[in-house]
């Protein structure tokens, strides 16, 4: 994560080397897109048979959690020690990452999926806007402007011609809309906390700082939510049926098991797909690989999109695809490395007994 790295990802023409030359980034961002289109549906799957989402989004975190630590116990990954320094610039994120979990699952309780990836199809949009107003890029180019229409115009098609709007009126857009807003920001301000002058060793240190922060405020979420209540009520009823009930419920634990490992596959993928590639890159290769979900979901599900809907989805896809990201302007690169001169990397405090090991960690993250 030097400085290479950084430059690598400013301009117009590297950002389109680091999507589609990068071996490396376009096999991370293809394993991440299939990963999160996997644990999608599967949580689809979960929350139709118990609806608990903040805990099942629980208990994904604590396995990351505890994959994060056992790869770095194990020597897989460097020790990326808690130091305030860099938490204090995970609680922001965290916040809105644990809205953005919360609203993916009331999303999917009131509405469907295609619905959903409509969303994250425009968060392009937003993050281009964002990263001119606040990140120093310039304006997106006519094509980007092209591609731009065409997803707005391709999700209000969609909105327009999908029956949950026919039947519950704009209510049921009101979680898409607080998601569309909330993984906007986030995914601008993720690419800071990725930044090398926080002095991680690996990507699995911000995946356990993001999900151990994330584990209490959505405990809370849960229990404020009344989610303690529905497990009670749904432990009475097997009790009721307990034949019938076995087997299903064996099946629900499996599916949070699998969902489990998917999260931690998506939570590592998702900080390693932001240190190689920028925000915007990020948003749009993670729209692309979102069609196998539709194609997927339509195959599972009764509750999918009409003929219509689809295409206009397709629509919003392709534009999402060929957005091109803009680059710096030239007063917000000569501030970047006037930074880059005078940052120094937060440093873990490292005891005599650690010198040593010290210098083979060096060695690893160089």
Not at 309 to 329: E, K, T
């Amino acid at each position: 994560m030097g400085n290479a790295n950084a430059d690598a990802l400013d301009g117009s023409t590297a950002v389109r080397e680091s999507c589609y030359a990068d071996r490396s980034a376009v096999v991370t961002c293809t394993l991440y897109s299939i990963c999160t289109a996997a644990l999608l549906l599967l949580n689809k799957v979960i929350i139709s048979y118990a609806p608990l989402p903040s805990m099942v989004s629980t208990l994904q975190f604590l396995a990351t959690v505890l994959a994060a630590l056992f790869a770095m116990v194990q020597g897989v990954a460097p020790v990326d020690r808690f130091l305030w320094e860099r938490a204090r610039h995970y609680l922001l994120y965290v916040a809105m990452f644990v809205t953005t979990i919360y609203c993916n699952f009331k999303v999917l309780e009131v509405s469907n999926v295609e619905t959903l990836i409509v969303a994250r199809s425009c968060v392009p949009c937003l993050v281009a806007l964002l990263e001119y107003a606040f990140l120093g890029r310039q304006l997106p180019s006519c094509r980007s402007w092209l591609a731009m229409l065409v997803m707005c115009s391709g999700a209000v098609g969609y909105v327009m011609s999908d029956a949950g709007l026919e039947m519950a009126g704009l209510t049921a857009y009101t979680w898409i809309t607080v998601y569309f807003l909330v993984v906007a920001v986030e995914s601008a301000y993720g690419k800071h906390i990725v930044g090398p002058h926080l002095g991680f060793g690996s990507m699995w240190g911000p995946t356990l700082y993001t999900n151990t922060i994330s584990i209490p405020p959505m405990v809370a979420i849960g229990l404020l939510s009344g989610e303690q209540e529905a497990l009670l009520r749904h432990a009475d009823c097997s009790k009721s049926s307990p034949v019938e009930d076995a087997d299903s419920n064996q099946a629900v634990v499996l599916l949070v098991l699998i969902s489990c490992a998917l999260g931690v596959a998506v939570a590592f993928l998702g900080f390693e797909a932001r240190r190689l590639v920028s925000a915007t890159c990020f948003t749009v290769l993670g729209v692309a690989g979102k069609m196998a979900t539709v194609t997927a979901n339509g195959l599972i599900w009764d509750k999918h999109a009409s003929p219509e809907g689809i295409a206009f989805l397709a629509a919003c896809l392709a534009g999402a695809a060929i957005y091109q990201q803009s680059p710096l302007r030239s007063g917000a690169i000569q501030r970047r490395d006037d930074r880059e001169m005078t940052m120094q990397p937060i440093r873990q405090p490292v005891s005599v007994r650690d010198e040593g090991a010290s210098d083979s960690l060096s060695h690893q993250r160089v």
